[in-house]
């Protein structure tokens, strides 16, 4: 049985000469008008993975769902050219930070951050009493009782004046926050005062408590603050800046070092 040559009723289209390109095409490498320039990627980022088919405009497995504008909400103003990233202004345009200005809490005309809102807890208690403090030590304690053992927190607040008033407290408290407090409330009810000339103390002064022993020494304007440990915190906060201390005792315990100091500052004698 002959088998019958069915012929294609289709036209033989002409074949395109070889690097024609149809009118109205992109040149090669070109990108359309008014899209985003190109912008190589930094060395060492992750590898670009295209996502599999079917898959293309779907967001990433785990993000967040997308959240439509609620009515009635502010339309969306894109920033300036050159201020992406930036912080909006409230009240008029921001002043440019100046070399070594205080960048703390509060509003940038209390002397705080860009941040804004309330000054810092410390601020706050210096303006409200006068006094700054240091957290001089902070330990764990434990109390053994009968259903186990009890953990409780032992804080030593050193507070002053900066003009001749200091202050040590130890108190307990449940947590960190409760020890600091009563501890400072402490300092508060055994503040020693003395008198400061020129920056310095009126005459040497030694002292000893428990198993700490210092001895404190006057010196020139512009020799500086030299001590170390719990004795410079306490001489710094009472507002001492030339001063030569020591500790001449054994032990490294910073309560009985700044009990030591205290002491030491309690026995000066006015100049008369």
Do not use: W, Y
């Not at 600091?180 to 055994?190: G, L, M, N, Q």
């Not at 310095?200 to 603050?225: C, D, M, N, W, Y």
């Amino acid at each position: 049985m002959e088998e019958q040559k069915v012929q294609s009723t289709k036209p033989a289209s002409s074949p395109r000469p070889t690097g024609a390109k149809p009118a109205g095409a992109r040149p090669a490498g070109a990108r359309p008008a008014g899209s985003r320039p190109f912008t190589p990627r930094p060395a060492g980022s992750r590898p670009f993975t295209p996502r599999p088919a079917g898959q293309q405009g779907s967001r990433p497995a785990g993000s967040r769902p997308f959240t439509p504008r609620p009515a009635g909400s502010r339309p969306f103003t894109p920033r300036p050219q050159g201020q992406e990233g930036t912080r909006p202004s409230f009240g008029g345009p921001r002043r440019p930070f100046k070399p070594g200005e205080k960048r703390e809490g509060g509003f940038r005309s209390q002397g705080g951050d860009r941040r804004g809102g309330r000054p810092f807890r410390k601020e706050v208690e210096k303006e409200r009493d006068g006094f700054n403090e240091s957290v001089l030590d902070l330990r764990r304690v434990t109390r053994v009782v009968a259903g186990g053992k009890r953990f409780r927190f032992r804080a030593t607040v050193v507070i002053g004046d900066g003009k001749g008033t200091i202050g040590v407290g130890v108190a307990k408290g449940a947590d960190v926050q409760s020890a600091v407090s009563k501890a400072k409330t402490a300092a508060k009810k055994k503040l020693v005062t003395f008198k400061i000339v020129e920056g310095t103390i009126t005459h040497e002064t030694k002292a000893k408590f428990s198993a700490a022993q210092v001895i404190i020494r006057p010196a020139k304007p512009g020799h500086g603050l030299m001590a170390g440990g719990a004795v410079r915190s306490v001489l710094l906060l009472a507002g001492v800046k030339d001063v030569t201390a020591k500790c001449l005792g054994g032990t490294k315990n910073k309560l009985t070092n700044a009990m030591a100091t205290v002491a030491a500052l309690k026995q000066l004698k006015s100049v008369k």
